[in-house]
């Protein structure tokens, strides 16, 4: 078959237990149906003054109203069912009740959703009040990175490095680092399943990607340095060293033959 193929031309190609059945591709795709209704439901209702840990209930009510888990809630002991990363926090933020959004903050919430056993996985930012040109740019560019990752993300075309190499130079030419240490995944069956998918890399490098493969692309970009620390007061929150802002967008995607199509957004 035209995997083995590939394979002998000398790509790395994905084992076969990454590329899903149509069964399991429809059932991910209803999960990922309700994690960007989730996504939704705290889009609707965010505001200057709200506290992370309401974006949290909100998480939590609306996925268990409609039959989900919300995947982040005791996964390797994370506390609350979503995470809120908020200004120079990377990512894996914990919502607090004492942590109030107030204006010219930015946050990522980042659901993931189990739904009849299959999981979706996205996040999106928003802008609280009236937000700085910076940090609309650096959310903006984020956002546009994670585009360029996608137009790179064609089955039996792209490799993985093709995803990194455009997100990072599309990063670098807005003078924006790119996080190394955290990156996307493969998806659906769990929350994190393989590949790594890195958001800096080398055109044409790492793994081939094949229609029937699901994996987010979140790339986490940092208006300084790209140098982070894990908080040792809760063993989650992923800072940058300089304190200055990240941001992060991240979609559940099916690879096909063309363009991925979004299974979460
Ligand atoms: N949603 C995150 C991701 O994009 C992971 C959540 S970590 C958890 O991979 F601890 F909150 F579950
Ligand atoms: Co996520
Ligand atoms: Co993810």
């Not at 650096?138 to 990752?149: F, N, S």
């Not at 998918?197 to 987010?216: A, D, N």
């Amino acid at each position: 078959m035209r995997l083995m193929e590939y394979a002998a031309k000398g790509y790395e190609v994905p084992r076969m237990d990454m590329i899903k059945t149509p069964e399991q591709i429809a059932g991910i795709r209803e999960a990922g149906r309700l994690n960007t209704e989730v996504l939704d439901a705290v889009e609707k209702a965010i505001h200057t003054g709200m506290t992370t840990d309401e974006i949290d209930q909100i998480v939590y009510h609306y996925t268990v109203d409609h039959g989900g888990i919300p995947a982040c809630l005791n996964y390797e002991g994370f506390p609350k069912s979503v995470c809120t990363s908020v200004n120079d926090v990377i990512c894996h933020g914990i919502p607090d009740p004492k942590q109030v959004l107030k204006s010219g903050d930015i946050v990522n919430v980042d659901a993931t959703t189990i739904y009849k056993g299959y999981v979706g996985d996205a996040s999106r930012m928003f802008m609280i009040g009236n937000v700085s040109a910076e940090r609309k740019n650096l959310v903006g560019v984020t956002r546009e990175c994670l585009h360029r990752g996608m137009l790179a993300a064609r089955g039996w075309v792209n490799t993985l490095g093709d995803i990194g190499a455009a997100i990072q130079a599309f990063a670098h030419k807005h003078g924006y680092s790119v996080v190394r240490e955290f990156g996307g995944h493969g998806v659906g069956l769990s929350m994190h399943e393989d590949p790594f998918v890195s958001h800096v890399g080398r055109r044409g490098t790492g793994m081939l990607l094949v229609p029937g493969m699901v994996i987010t692309i979140e790339p986490m970009i940092n208006q300084g340095h790209p140098d982070l620390y894990i908080d040792s007061l809760d063993e989650w929150t992923v800072r940058t060293v300089d304190g200055k802002a990240s941001a992060q967008w991240e979609h559940t995607l099916l690879i096909t033959e063309g363009e991925p199509e979004i299974l979460s957004c």
